[in-house]
């Protein structure tokens, strides 16, 4: 994973004002990945980045997503309206 990808994780969690150590360690943890040539070292860190990122999303903010109840009382209400 690159250190651009990271950070494209890191902001559609939106979890930047919620743990900023955490997307600090995160990012250097992927600058850390990208810079590593021993296979060795990049598995360590590559553990390190997931079990980082996985805390990421453990944290990070509940999106109101709609699912089919929510479409169907859009649909519904839009009926109504017509």
Known sequence: MTPDQVRAEIAGLGVAAVAPGLVAVAELLARRLEETEAPT???VVARELRATLLELRKVAPVKSEG???DDLAARR???RGA
Do not use: G, I, P, V
């Open 77 to 79: 209400a839009r009926r």
């Open 67 to 69: 699912d089919k109840l």
């Open 41 to 43: 070292s990049a598995a």
